[in-house]
C-alpha cells in the first residue's frame, strides 16, 4: 500500500503527467530493490520480474510525453483526433500556428529527418519492443554484473542508472515545454524528487 498525503494524491489524480511521473519512479524504486536484494536478470525468474518492471516503467515514462501532447492538443485547440495525437502530429500542427519554440527541442529529437536516434527514440524503441515485441535485449558483461541495454550501444550506463537518467531527461524535456506555453501550465507546482 502507498502512503501519501490527501493533497499529494489529489495532486497526482489532477495531473496526468505527474501521475506518470509518479508511476515510472515507482517502477524504478522496485527495480532498485530487487537488485539490492541480489535479485537480477541474469536467471529467468530474476528477469521476469525486471522484465515486468521494465516495461511498465518505459510504459508509464511514455506516457509522460503522451499525456503532454494530448495536453496541447487540447488546450492549444490543435483539433487533432485522439488516436492521432502523436509527437510528430502535434510538432506539425503547432508550426503551422507559428509556435515553433513550443516544440522545437521535441521536434529535434523525434523529427523523421534527423538521421540520428536521440535518447527519445530509443526510449521509444525500447517501449515498443518490450510491449509489442519480444523481450527487452540486455547485455551482460563484467562476469554477468554490468546489465546494459542492447537498443542503445552507445551508452555504457547500467539499467537502473539508465532508466533514472531518462526518466531526468523526459522531466527536464516537459519541464521545458510546460514553461514556455501558459496554456500547458500544470494546475499545481510539480512534485520535487527525492533522492534515496
Known amino acids: 500500500m502507498i502512503e501519501m498525503s490527501n493533497t499529494t494524491a489529489k495532486a497526482l489524480l489532477e495531473d496526468r503527467?505527474?501521475?506518470?511521473?509518479?508511476?515510472?519512479?515507482?517502477?524504478?524504486?522496485?527495480?532498485?530493490?530487487?537488485?539490492a536484494k541480489g535479485r537480477t536478470p541474469n536467471?529467468?525468474?530474476?528477469?521476469?520480474?525486471?522484465?515486468?518492471?521494465?516495461?511498465?516503467?518505459?510504459f508509464h515514462l511514455i506516457g509522460t510525453m503522451d499525456c503532454l501532447l494530448i495536453r496541447i492538443n487540447e488546450r492549444l485547440k490543435l483539433g487533432l483526433e485522439i488516436r492521432k495525437v502523436t509527437a510528430i502530429n502535434v510538432c506539425k500542427k503547432l508550426r503551422l500556428k507559428k509556435r515553433n519554440d513550443l516544440i522545437k527541442e521535441l521536434w529535434?529529437?523525434?523529427?523523421?529527418?534527423?538521421?540520428?536516434?536521440s535518447w527519445l527514440k530509443i526510449l521509444i524503441d525500447l517501449k515498443n519492443t518490450g510491449i509489442h515485441r519480444s523481450i527487452i535485449n540486455v547485455n551482460f558483461a563484467g562476469g554477468n554484473t554490468h546489465i546494459t541495454f542492447v537498443e542503445d550501444p552507445k551508452s555504457d550506463l547500467e539499467i537502473i542508472p539508465y532508466l533514472d537518467d531518462r526518466i531526468q531527461r523526459m522531466r527536464n524535456l516537459i519541464d521545458n515545454i510546460i514553461s514556455k506555453g501558459p496554456l500547458v501550465r500544470r494546475k499545481f507546482p510539480r512534485k520535487k524528487r527525492r533522492i534515496k
Open 17 to 35: 503527467i505527474e501521475f506518470k511521473f509518479y508511476a515510472a519512479e515507482k517502477h524504478l524504486q522496485i527495480l532498485s530493490d530487487m537488485q
Open 43 to 58: 536467471n529467468s525468474d530474476g528477469r521476469i520480474d525486471w522484465e515486468l518492471e521494465i516495461e511498465e516503467l518505459l
Open 108 to 117: 529535434d529529437l523525434v523529427s523523421p529527418n534527423n538521421p540520428v536516434r
